[in-house]
């Protein structure tokens, strides 16, 4: 069954694009791809206005799903205005290319840095999850149909992380991703009564959120992913990919979850399964890179950071975790 992760992206050129803008929208403007995974985005930037991002989605994407990131976020805002989220600058539109057609929608344009491209000390990781338990509270309450899906990046597909491994490159590489699965059979399923469920952004990783020039988180975007999950996982999957090359890839992680509990408090279950979480979250990326590089071995984003979430996979699996996830709730609390 074909989806958004097996369906080729769009593939506009920036001249196509300008012209869209100039044609539909009345703006002569340049138009600057930037990288993407299962879409397309532009920074577009109109001589007679203020930049914004076109976003076209991948032609397997249903309408429904793009309509419920425009609830959800205008939904966040009303809760918190001061939140850093990219809104639906009015509808959604249709561009065609060779008989296909894809939605597209006009974007807010965030300035700041992406989080790949900063350097954060402890309290700017703390301040991070702060901002991640911001965002939870701006959701909390909200509701939507579709997010209640079966989803590939949804770290409660284990089946799918199973299936997936069968792409990987070698028996060791499958050996761990087993490991973790077995781990955690045994330390987050019999936790689950105590996991609460809720609407969650489910992609807090260092390619799409923003911080400025003094390391302070402004703005998440990219709500694509969102889906009815783990409330807990929402630092935890921050925590995955704030530990990649980090040499004590665990202070790290847990400045994450002390300051997202700082602002939403989390109960001891969902503290001890955090750690268990972000390894699923990085179990779910190899296992999806290795699959997707496959179907399309030239978009280079679909391997970005594999080396990086190997290593610390490979590290994570030498430490006693079980143990770490006790020591989190006397850091956390």
Request: glycine letters at 4%; a negative charge.
């Amino acid at each position: 069954m074909s989806s958004v992760f097996s369906t080729p992206p769009p593939d506009f050129s920036e001249k196509e694009i300008s012209e869209f803008i100039l044609n539909h929208f009345g703006l002569s403007s340049d138009a600057e791809q930037l990288y993407s995974d299962r879409d397309q985005n532009f920074l577009i930037r109109p001589i007679s206005d203020k930049p914004f991002i076109l976003k076209i989605s991948n032609c397997a994407e249903k309408r429904s799903i793009i309509e419920m990131q425009d609830v959800a976020t205008k939904f966040i805002s009303r809760n918190d205005p001061e939140l850093g989220i990219p809104l639906q600058i009015g509808k959604i539109h249709t561009i065609e290319k060779d008989g296909i057609s894809y939605f597209c929608r006009k974007m807010e344009y965030l300035k700041d840095k992406f989080l790949k491209d900063k350097k954060l000390d402890d309290k700017s990781h703390e301040q991070l999850g702060t901002f991640l338990g911001r965002l939870s509270l701006a959701l909390h309450g909200f509701s939507h149909l579709k997010a209640d899906r079966i989803f590939e990046w949804d770290v409660r597909n284990i089946d799918l992380i199973k299936t997936r491994s069968d792409y990987l490159n070698s028996e060791s590489e499958k050996a761990t991703i087993i490991y973790f699965l077995n781990e955690y059979e045994k330390n987050v399923i019999p936790l689950i009564s105590d996991l609460r469920m809720a609407v969650i952004h489910n992609d807090g990783n260092d390619h799409n959120v923003l911080v400025n020039g003094k390391g302070e988180t402004t703005g998440i975007i990219d709500f694509g992913d969102m889906v009815y999950s783990y409330q807990v996982s929402e630092p935890a999957i921050c925590m995955a990919y704030v530990g990649l090359e980090k040499d004590n890839p665990f202070s790290t992680m847990a400045q994450i979850l002390k300051g997202y509990h700082s602002v939403f408090h989390l109960n001891d279950s969902e503290i001890k399964s955090a750690i268990w979480l972000s390894c699923i979250r990085l179990c779910i990326s190899v296992t999806m890179s290795a699959w997707r590089c496959k179907l399309f071995p030239d978009n280079q984003y679909l391997s970005i950071s594999q080396k990086a979430a190997w290593d610390l996979l490979r590290k994570l699996e030498k430490e006693d975790l079980d143990a770490l996830s006790i020591k989190f709730i006397s850091i956390v609390k």
